[in-house]
């Protein structure tokens, strides 16, 4: 008898299309890359050996790991929770409360003196895991098994952790910035969590039960349910993934700094909207969620130290540089593939 689920294993037109545009984008930011590197040894007095000056630097490279951090991992989260047919734009919600919640515990463990330096950071770490999984879970409960409007449900998982984190923050430490903790996580393990996060989410769903699963649970949930796999189990599962990946995201981000900063739209700034962004141009491929994630880290990180060349460009010009990329590729996202069933709800044959 023919497995129904062996036809999702098939890559389709639109698939390859999308795959040949992702890896054309790949090829032509490459190609841009070697000809500034080109131009700026060739020329290093003009403007292009300024740009690979920068573009280049020890310094730009390790601001843009910390950059990408949050936005690569959240993006490998939602990636998860979408494939299994589940659409979490909360995403900076989960952010947010892990990059708080590192904090708090890592300072308050701190401060009592019982760790300090390597140690406190990954418990901080993990209580930012912890919390943005207990979040993810709670919006999983709500849309899978009650059945909530998703889009809704995410944006309340945004707005609740916007109010929350700062108004914790004031209430422990009469402030929404909270004080240092003085150790912090450098962007050598950003890195490693970058990679090995990528590859392991890029095996998990094209080399393992559990992906094909998740995969069927987003693109044919009755062809899943047949076979007598929980469709809501395995759409549990995705979420619960994504609140994993958003919390080390949040985490990184918070203890790569130190602290965590609740004014305005807090310290991660939108990071988690970019993910969804990045997510979609890389067409649920977490190989093209890490280009893309870290091509917008590199532009982040670039116009910092674009506005210290003293060319006369207006600073709020040179900071708008990364959303105008970011403005693109959602000009570009038509294509992109979305999971057949997401957003759809599902309920299970008895």
């Known amino acids: 008898m023919r497995n129904p689920l062996s036809a999702l294993d098939v890559p389709t037109v639109t698939d390859l299309a999308a795959s040949s545009y992702t890896k054309s984008i790949v090829a032509g930011t490459v190609g841009l890359l070697a000809l500034l590197g080109v131009?700026?040894?060739?020329?290093?007095?003009?403007?292009?050996?300024?740009?690979a000056g920068i573009v280049f630097s020890t310094g730009t490279a390790a601001a843009t790991i910390r950059i990408a951090a949050p936005i690569v991992l959240a993006a490998l989260g939602g990636i998860f929770a979408e494939k299994s047919g589940v659409i979490n734009i909360g995403l900076e919600g989960l952010l947010i409360i892990s990059a708080f919640t590192s904090i708090y515990v890592a300072f308050v463990l701190g401060d009592a003196g019982v760790l300090g330096g390597p140690g406190l950071l990954v418990v901080g770490f993990l209580a930012g895991v912890v919390a943005s999984t207990v979040l993810a879970f709670v919006f999983g409960v709500v849309c899978i098994e009650f059945k909530a409007d998703q889009i809704i449900a995410?944006?309340?998982?945004?707005?609740?952790?916007?109010?929350?984190?700062?108004?914790?923050?004031?209430?422990?430490?009469?402030?929404?910035?909270?004080?240092?903790?003085?150790?912090?996580?450098?962007?050598?393990?950003?890195?490693?969590?970058?990679?090995?996060?990528?590859?392991?989410?890029?095996?998990?769903?094209?080399?393992?039960?559990?992906?094909?699963?998740?995969?069927?649970?987003?693109?044919?949930?009755?062809?899943?349910?047949t076979v007598g796999v929980s469709v809501p189990r395995i759409r549990h599962a995705g979420v619960l993934l994504s609140g994993v990946f958003a919390g080390a995201g949040g985490s990184l981000l918070?203890?790569?700094?130190?602290?965590?900063?609740?004014?305005?739209?807090?310290?991660?700034?939108?990071?988690?909207?970019?993910?969804?962004?990045?997510?979609?141009?890389?067409?649920?491929?977490?190989?093209?969620?890490?280009?893309?994630?870290?091509?917008?880290?590199?532009?982040?990180?670039?116009?910092?130290?674009?506005?210290?060349?003293?060319?006369g460009i207006p600073s709020t010009l040179v900071e708008t540089i990364p959303y105008v990329v970011v403005i693109l590729v959602l000009a570009l996202v038509g294509k992109t593939r979305l999971p057949a069933a997401a957003g759809e709800h599902y309920e299970t044959e008895e």
Do not use: C
């Open 154 to 225: 995410g944006l309340a998982i945004w707005l609740i952790a916007l109010g929350l984190a700062p108004f914790l923050s004031t209430v422990f430490f009469g402030s929404v910035n909270t004080p240092g903790i003085g150790a912090r996580v450098t962007w050598h393990y950003s890195a490693a969590l970058i990679l090995a996060g990528t590859a392991g989410s890029w095996w998990t769903l094209n080399h393992t039960a559990f992906g094909s699963h998740l995969r069927a649970a987003g693109e044919n949930p009755r062809a899943l349910d």
């Open 39 to 51: 131009l700026g040894v060739a020329f290093p007095d003009s403007v292009a050996g300024d740009l």
């Open 254 to 311: 918070a203890l790569g700094v130190g602290r965590f900063g609740g004014s305005g739209e807090t310290m991660v700034q939108g990071k988690g909207f970019i993910a969804i962004v990045v997510y979609l141009f890389g067409n649920y491929n977490p190989l093209g969620a890490l280009g893309a994630g870290t091509l917008f880290a590199a532009l982040e990180a670039s116009q910092t130290r674009l506005q210290q060349l003293g060319y």
